[in-house]
């Protein structure tokens, strides 16, 4: 059976040998780390309800490939059903986790490079995409994480990969043999990298001539030498190294970013999807997105239900949940969230095949999925604290609701409307804490605005891909101007 | 054929004799007079590209009825992909009109009634559907414009039908014999009821046993004895009794709102649909609500489509179309169009059947939906207003650019950038000034606030639907509360 | 005593003889024609209220130049008070009028060009303060209402005054004699311009050597030979012909714009205040665009004032203003209106002496006034047609109303809250029509956008008064980069 | 001379004998603490810019009441200018520590107290405004840091203090002597109250009969016996314990919030300033609340200067400053500060003087102004995550940076625009991260929500104070309902 328990996962894990630096320091044992286990625990949950019942239908799919049920996350999709229910599935991620479950990067490279090396192959008679497919079946098998590896550090960002006085601040290629390509360079905010088996790199940017060496799609084991990561910092990111259970806000999951610095890393051929062929690097990083951009309208719909439950549970806790202004700011938590899950579905809906037979999502309604996304969260969050009230930022830490003398008088005094326990009122603050100001909205807010393409990379989308001149010609036939065959009329 | 030509629905209107009353006096030939034709020219558009080849896909669809290819607007939706056509189709014919077109209210009535209809024979043993679909059949047959009847004029609204001062404040039976009823009241706001042949009446609101006379849906001809209609004015209305061609913005198309007064009018008994089941008003009113806030997800975007197109023209005329303010707020207004299109399209592609076989689209989507075209077409319309100029409201009238003295002078200093003639800048700016200040503006605005509900209508639904309970569970499962069976953890 | 009545007031318009067109006709008596009467109203309210003892010592002020009462608008400031008093006497007259009432603009124009000539005087040896001193104590003396004339038509907006294909594009000097200059070209709209007593031209934008000939400053008699006047049309602007006194909306006011057309119009050289002076040009309009910038945190105050009382008494007369969501939006309404009295109270009172002795505003306030104003206007239009419902846009004409059959009926149906006549619904639905849909829209809402200056204008300014390096340098202290000295840190 | 130097109040604090909790534990040094000694830098600059010259006359002013130069902190304002500079201080400061110098709410005490005992006394004969002002002249002479107490913690928010299942839950007296009182509660979100050498208690809602126990406003040491602090968590706050310079953002400042419990503390009658006149609490409550919510105009203000060229400055670092969609963002964040700083100021402008003498601001624009602070510092930190880019969220630590090996590849890879150490880019995103995720964000975001009362409390006294019933008098005049008399006009 091609799908991994919980367990399993782990354990897969723990075998690895990746070189990943944390506050100055080499880490030992990434898996049982404090400060990393969360966002692991994160990943195991996309295996752990791949097994449930009630969700195996959701987060399981047949595979074209395999003929096996495989976990969705490693599926091409194959009808607009497939793409919905991506949508759904990141949705109920999201609501299992209230943080980014990192394997959505992974999946969305697989459905752009399928399709993006059936072009190349089909232009230049390559064979990257059987290639490519065999690669997946492997991961299907197996049931892996992996890490879609995009953004380049891009120093100078007036300046293309090969004009950089730097060679290296974009990913490239520094030799070619009969195995395989060595290959230099950084990738940065990878996200869920560091619980990942492998790497899967490809292309920041359109790319012309002059940088065909930096034309390139491979896949890597996670541990591969001369890898090296280093984790980024997340606000209040100690709070997981204090032992406490409360002040974390979400003690189980969260989410990590990290660096993977790669100092001349080996990828046989067989593991080479992409490699010089330049013009395809834009068509790539464009498809990849339009998925990626597709993705917040599910998984962070699933956060924000999360949020809007935490405040709405606080508030009945302060007594306040049947007030006008409560009521209404509550409902336009819902009404920006659901907004963002109807962009989503729609860009699944609107979809269509490809020549290979993998279905793309739509790529302007995509575009403005992610747009909203960009905006929406941010709301969201001003009105959960502003219903959470100030003591979302003064409360004191757990620690003194545990001291002899000062936990009772804590007790005492911050006790909201009768019936709910005080510790309650402070672990739903903490959580609207993390997900409003702590690590969660690094996901649910900077991550919103930022991953996938900052929102400016969404507007020149749009102004690309909506038809302005048919619209014109539209207003234009109204106005008088135009007949009914677009000719203009005479006077 | 069930498909009438534009020409046959023209003709079959003119044997009508409906009393209308306009500026105080009642008209003789509505189908001829210069304020009321536009909107019947709307109403064409949907006879006339069904007859068209490149449309007719999308116009028109087999029944499941006569088995006969009938006008979608006319049709009890199948699947969900006929309810994203409805929206798709929705959205060409505002591209189409610039305008209401006035015939989505009498399908949406249809749907919903379906499925009521059904629900009410079920529980109370009743023949409602079987004569409603027999109804139907001849509407589909004939192909007819229908006027989906709801919003009574409601008197105090603090009070129930029942309890106010004059009875009559909303539409009741007055009398019930062997062969038919008597009813009498008024219902307002009734968009292109000039141009239908038939009125189906339905009620505007849930009621009680009291109000069991205010329970009914019934079909009447719309020149039956006792109606009489009482046309509303609109911004600018009589520019069209001008005599010019360029002043009125949009010379062909627009829309025209009504007043019917039902005095004591008779209906038989085979056009009675519902007449006493009070407890089935509210569900009628709530699921056909839902199918017309949906619509505005297509139709209302057509409009915006021609307004983007309008504002894009004038910038380029004006030379400005390159600035990077004006592409910017350009993306902007696609960016808020084209999510009003997501959340229409995501309403209905989550569509499911309904016992009767027919489909509802998904509630709380509906709701999302309509919630935002009461905001973005308003910012849509600032954003063009914007880009237009102050030229928008101080340009003189036609009869000026015709004077001899001044036309000239006029051409002179009213010139945009070169290669356009002045007489494209003024049509454009009249084409803004419609939408965003003119009759226009009555249907992308004002009734996108309040067509199918005003938007604390749609934040009830919201509240209604959004399952706060479950959203509350996630949060504190998260939280710690919560265990995994949705426990209260101990502590 | 320098105050004109108001029957003086219009007594003196109609001694003028003035050639106006409008509908492509030469109007003959003016002051007494029915489009152009409420814009005429709305100035003599400038003279009524400086007569009434209440407002009084609002309206008026003791001349710095004549040491005379005179009235307001034609005052240079003297102090921070005056400017805050100008702020306050605007947003009085909005109230009391409901539409633009004309005189601000030539307020705006006296107080700019007093500190410009007096610098290029300063500059430059000339007299043209002192001339104009002068004309501005005949003005006072006078009362005169003084339309100033800034925006030219402009053409390409690419090409500067003299690189356009018609030099005429812009107002210029055709010819200098000993007794004075003539003038050619055109001035757009000129808000209030046909009730005016003299015209006060002004160059529209920044000049260079080359364009000296559009360097040009001077007054005018609003009659003098060779001007002609082209009214230009607004929203609804025909429904005061009808005859009616409820349809209008705003039955005794409106305002109205117009463009002038100079065909060689003679100028003597004491009416010439800057003539070549290309240098001064871009000052001259940048500070008088402030002061108009900021005269709109008044005047559109007191309109908003009128349209959140209209809200806030159909919602009475409705039964629904304590219904909490109207509650709401009526406080959003009175926010949006205050933050922009708060805006140009602000710019009043952070302003400076000129070395004239004359006040100047704050220049960076005023245009953040002014961005405001381009954008709350439209939002509380929009939360009053929520309110207002939709019979906003479906209700019959007055002469419905008065139809002998027809008119009981509606009588009857459209009742709202008992206690309040029909009639008094309707009027303030008509009043909220003409404020956010007809020609008071044209004044609260368009003009609010283009009115001294189109949003982009204001962000330039913005981007260039905002000292950012300043910013920076705060920022890069508190980041340890800097330190006290502003020194970089030495690491 | 009453000007203590910033050396002399940190001295004067370490005599101090206040009980803090932290983290569970007692604090035995607070003033070197390294979580309490940034908030503490922020009160002393307070001491600093009083001393130097340039800043002197800003910072300081001449009491009415000793007649020396005195610290503007303690100072009751004497006319609008004061009222003004109180403004132009609180931005100046803000600047100068992109944090909350909390040394505002005791100044906003001080002037609703007096003016609010002299009413008191006025109606009831008492003595307590004489009594404050001598307890102020002490505070103005020693240059003291005063803690305005009010917020209890409040418990179940539907029921009066009295009320309460806990009598404790609103601060109150327990016993009345000769000498003195006793008080016992908790004041809850007590903005810098460990750097404060006395605590003036106010109640914090308005008061009935039977909540005469709880009608309480007095002065205490801050070590007085019985007083208890609890230190209250922020965002990444133990980021200030890791003995790093950058990842704190801001090394230097930053604010804190305790909790302050009144374990039955003495307070002699001459620090008590109301003792059971209920009658005076609602007043006092709005005066103050009105004082503090306009304080925000200027104090956030300062915050956003330093977050506004933060942003620029990164921009520049990132070689992005120019692209026209950051400098549009950059003019937007502009523009929203100064509308803020505005409704500082015209709410100090239009102030008038009570009878004791000292100036009152504006009500309703104070309400308006904090109203605009809830909203306007979120939109501004969004604006400037997006400009920041991704890294905002994914940097390595500084430890990573100091790292032998890991260090130099994140200066390789991590390097921006050229000319620019990539460690000035580090602190630049750990600022921002700071202001709009971290520590700062506690302050500038949350603080700005709920500081002086929450939302709601702002649109409640805005519904007060805007007159409607004046506004709807305007509007039916206009629409010609009522006469110039008001009178309803006879049809």
Redesign the interface.
Known sequence: MALKTREEYIQSLRVQKKRI?????QIKDPVDHPMIRPSLNAVAMTYELAQQPETFELMTVQSNLTGERVNRFTHLHQSTEDL?NKIKMQRLLG????CCFQRCVGLDSFNALDVVTSYIDQDQGSDYNRRFRRYLCHVQEEDLVVDGAM?D?K????LSPSQQ??P??FLRVVNRTDSGILIR??K???TGALNAHEILVMPTRALRREDKDYALACALKADAEGL?F??????????KL?GG???V?????GGH???I?FNDVFVPWDKVFMCGEYQYAGELVELFAAHHRASYGGCKVGVG??????T??LA?M???ENT??V??K??EM??LN??L???G???S??GHASPSGTYMIDL??AN??K??V??FP?EIA?LA??IA?????????E??F??PE?GP??E???????DY?T??RQ??L??I?NLT??PG??GY???S???AG???AQ?IM??RL?D?D????????????LDDNGEAVR?
């Open positions: 630096f944390l506050f100055g320091e919905v609501q299992c986790t209230a953004t550090p120093g100078d960002r007036a006085s730097d290296d601040l360079g950084a940065v905010h990878q090296l280093v984790y980024g910092r997340q606000a209040s990111d100690t709070r204090e259970v409360i002040d806000g979400n003690q189980e999951f970013e990290a660096m610095i239900d999360v949020l809007i439950g935490a709405r549970a009945r302060q007594g306040i006008s202004h009521k209404d509550l409902v819902i009404h659901e907004t899950f109807a962009c579905l729609a860009t809906a609107e302007l309604l403005v999925t747009l909203n960009t905006r941010y001003r604290q502003d009230g100030g003591l979302l930022v003064t409360m004191p830490s620690q003194d545990n001291h000062v008088l804590l005492k005094y911050l006790v909201g409307a009768s326990p510790e309650w672990r739903l903490r959580l804490e100001l702590g909205a690094v807010l900077v991550e605005m930022h991953g900052s929102p400016m507007r749009l102004a909506a302005l048919e619209k014109e010609k539209l207003a234009m036939k109204i106005a008088g101007i006077s």
